[in-house]
């Protein structure tokens, strides 16, 4: 019989050692008891704090590459958020310093459109308010266009003035729109008056003196005239009427080799505003109303012009 053919393992008779039944038991029971008495006695505290404190730079190193993605990730997202912060700032800041410039030119409008209007009653004639559209494009000439025409009952020949003085002359007159001529052009001239000596010049367009100027032609070299005088208009050529303001006096030069002196009076209308007043010439302004003078002996009224026509007639007042 082969050796290799016999049961080498131990009979059960001779084994030794608890079961494993048993040994779950025990364990259990053990591990209620150590964990009572841990519970109690604090057995396990120093163990556990030197294992914590081993462990501490461990853990501190595991949980930096994680600290470190959250930092890059916090800081993208951080910046995004600035900038759409700033360029909504940015949009704001323009809007609102667009709304305020908005703001301030509507300021400046209704200041020169009150203006007009408290100048609008010192005129007995018709008027009417226009406003500036846009300049001519051609550089020779000083003309503006506004936004009413034949339609609205502008007439050529017509003054045009702002908040100032005077700005220049109606030249052309479309249905729609209409060309006005200012002052400083090189082919318009308004008779003025000196508001200090009441003598009478005129005046003619110098657009390349100062930056637009007036010019007093044919002035006596000796005649009483000042820097800083005062130019009105006369109202003797029936289209301005008297005592609107024109300009003041700013370069006066007298030459000895001629009897007349060069003059040179800055516009008092240089703002240019937006809103202009159109003034019928005063040839073509109604005559005003006859005074009524109450007559005692009828108890009726009658105009000084009825009476005097009674009395040049014959008939009875």
């Known amino acids: 019989?082969?050796?290799?053919?016999?049961?080498?393992?131990?009979?059960?008779?001779?084994?030794?050692?608890?079961?494993?039944?048993?040994?779950?038991?025990?364990?259990?029971?053990?591990?209620?008891?150590?964990?009572?008495?841990?519970?109690?006695?604090?057995?396990?505290?120093?163990?556990?704090?030197?294992?914590?404190?081993?462990?501490?730079?461990?853990?501190?190193?595991?949980?930096?590459?994680?600290?470190?993605?959250?930092?890059v990730g916090d800081y993208f997202v951080d910046l995004d958020e600035a900038r759409d912060a700033a360029q909504s700032f940015q949009t704001r800041s323009i809007s609102q310093t667009q709304r305020l410039q908005q703001v301030e030119q509507l300021l400046q409008e209704n200041k020169q459109l009150r203006e007009l209007l408290d100048l609008r009653k010192d005129f007995s004639g018709p008027s009417k308010p226009v406003q500036v559209l846009y300049g001519t494009t051609d550089a020779y000439s000083e003309r503006v266009v506004v936004d009413r025409g034949q339609l609205a009952g502008i007439e050529p020949g017509s003054a045009v003035i702002d908040a100032a003085g005077v700005f220049g002359q109606v030249t052309r007159v479309y249905p729609l729109v209409s060309e006005v001529t200012m002052l400083t052009d090189r082919g318009q001239s308004i008779p003025v008056m000196n508001a200090r000596t009441g003598t009478?010049?005129?005046?003619?367009?110098?657009?390349?003196?100062?930056?637009?100027?007036?010019?007093?032609?044919?002035?006596?070299?000796?005649?009483?005239?000042?820097?800083?005088?005062?130019?009105?208009?006369?109202?003797?050529?029936?289209?301005?009427?008297?005592?609107?303001?024109?300009?003041?006096?700013?370069?006066?030069?007298?030459?000895?080799?001629?009897?007349?002196?060069?003059?040179?009076?800055?516009?008092?209308?240089?703002?240019?505003?937006?809103?202009?007043?159109?003034?019928?010439?005063?040839?073509?302004?109604p005559a005003p109303p006859a005074p009524v003078v109450p007559v005692?002996?009828?108890?009726?009224?009658?105009s000084n012009a009825t009476a005097a026509a009674g009395q040049a007639t014959g008939g009875k007042p």
């Open 296 to 302: 005692p002996s009828g108890g009726k009224h009658k």
């Open 200 to 285: 009478r010049h005129v005046a003619n367009g110098d657009p390349g003196t100062l930056g637009g100027s007036l010019e007093l032609k044919f002035v006596p070299a000796g005649a009483d005239m000042k820097q800083g005088d005062l130019l009105t208009t006369s109202g003797i050529d029936g289209v301005y009427p008297a005592g609107l303001h024109v300009g003041t006096i700013v370069q006066i030069d007298r030459r000895v080799d001629s009897s007349f002196a060069r003059v040179h009076a800055k516009p008092m209308a240089v703002s240019r505003g937006r809103h202009l007043l159109v003034l019928t010439p005063v040839k073509d302004w």
């Open 1 to 71: 019989m082969a050796l290799d053919t016999f049961e080498r393992s131990v009979p059960p008779i001779f084994r030794h050692g608890l079961s494993a039944t048993s040994k779950l038991v025990l364990l259990a029971l053990l591990s209620i008891l150590l964990m009572a008495a841990d519970h109690r006695l604090k057995i396990s505290y120093p163990v556990r704090a030197g294992i914590a404190m081993v462990l501490a730079p461990l853990q501190w190193l595991s949980l930096q590459p994680s600290r470190l993605g959250h930092a």
